[in-house]
């Protein structure tokens, strides 16, 4: 019997396990002292990698390529070099028939790791000359990636998630993290424990609600509103810290100007929270001597994300809750690897133009890392909603 040291494949966090393998088989899974998890696992860590084993619960594990010759058909098992052969020779057919733009090709922020993306988009890129590239991450961490590196100039998170215990507000938006990290949601208790106020923006009443100071329930599509009218407040009875903007910030005016009939009055009855409530709460964080903002799926996937993403950074700037210890603008990631994803081009442009350390690249640059040959098609990638 031995311990083999591992990272939970689940979600975002990183969870550190230990894997006790007994005659090569699994057979259960301890925690391990990582930085985020401290010894600790969810019920995903700790029993959620039985699928390894096969168990047949659900779909089998597939052991060996399986080919559909004609629609409608079953599934026939074939050897490798059979698999690699038929695809082969379709990819061949379709470009030759209707053009390397026919096809498109998508990966997966669990799989078995960045360097396999980087081989497909390559391949995509270099041999099949596509820009058809995609994957989830283009999704739920794309819009913040390009949010937060128009507002910031950098698409990451600013703090660490053992950062979170210590900030003394937070912000939680759009954001269900008992259930999509509870790991993650550790640190939110820890906080509540040291003394934090906990603002929660979320139509459903989740567990952070729960143990919330306040809970705005806004309705479903009115992100936007609720985040502009935050500025408002803030700007209008002058909670922003005038120092802190004055010598890290620009473009006061002309956000001053785009919140400007967002009052609180004007749009409640967009948001379905009451303009006393969203005071309240502007003037619960402008107070609290650090802050943290936290976002999910409920921000990014939606339409007007990536503006929404930029708004909450506004907040940051505006209260002075970046650059310091126990402050920042954390989208937590849904998935382990969504961040690589994008950094080795697995995404439609303009996405992967954020890509090597989320850092802007010109066009040109990203064909040449991402594997173009010359004369191959340059135009951007199209993915799924096009």
């Known amino acids: 019997m031995k311990k083999i040291t591992s990272v939970c494949p689940y979600c975002g966090a990183g969870c550190k396990l230990k894997l006790v393998v007994d005659n090569n088989k699994i057979i259960r899974a301890e925690a391990a002292d990582g930085v985020t998890n401290q010894n600790q696992l969810c019920l995903k860590g700790y029993y959620g990698w039985d699928f390894l084993n096969d168990t047949q619960l659900l779909t089998p594990r597939l052991k060996q390529p399986m080919i559909r010759y004609q629609k409608g058909g079953a599934f026939t098992p074939v050897s490798w070099q059979e698999a690699i052969r038929y695809t082969a020779s379709k990819l061949r057919e379709i470009k030759e028939k209707h053009g390397p733009r026919a096809i498109m090709t998508t990966g997966s922020s669990r799989g078995t790791g960045n360097e396999t993306n980087y081989v497909m988009q390559k391949f995509a890129r270099a041999v099949l000359n596509t820009n058809n590239v995609d994957c989830c991450a283009r999704v739920c961490h794309g819009p913040s990636v390009a949010g937060l590196q128009q507002a910031l100039g950098n698409g990451a998170m600013s703090n660490s998630i053992s950062d979170i215990e210590n900030s003394k507000c937070l912000l939680v938006f ?33 567990e952070t609600a729960r143990i919330a100071d306040r809970h705005l329930q806004l309705n479903n599509g009115s992100n936007m509103a609720l985040v502009n009218a ?79 993403v930029r708004g909450l950074a506004s907040l940051a700037l505006l209260t002075g809750n970046l650059g310091r210890p126990n402050v920042g603008v954390g989208p937590v990631r849904g998935q382990k690897q969504r961040t690589g994803r994008l950094r080795y081009g697995r995404a439609a442009e303009p996405v992967s133009r954020l890509s090597g350390g989320h850092r802007p690249r010109r066009a040109g640059e990203i064909r040449r890392r991402l594997g173009h040959r010359p004369g191959a098609d340059g135009r951007p990638g199209r993915h799924p909603h096009h």
């Open 174 to 206: 759009g954001y269900n993290c008992a259930d999509s990290h509870p790991i993650v949601a550790r640190r939110v208790i820890k906080a509540r424990d040291n003394g934090a106020k906990i603002i929660v923006c979320d139509p459903r009443r989740i």
């Open 230 to 308: 935050f500025g408002y407040v803030l700007l209008e009875e002058e909670l922003y810290n005038k120092t802190y903007v004055e010598r890290y910030t620009e473009g006061l005016d002309a956000y001053r100007e785009a919140v400007k009939d967002y009052a609180p009055e004007a749009v409640e009855g967009i948001v379905g929270v009451s303009a006393r409530e969203i005071r309240e709460a502007m003037r619960m964080f402008a107070a609290a001597p650090s802050a943290t903002i936290m976002w999910g799926m409920g921000v990014t996937q939606f339409g007007q994300a990536v503006d929404v």
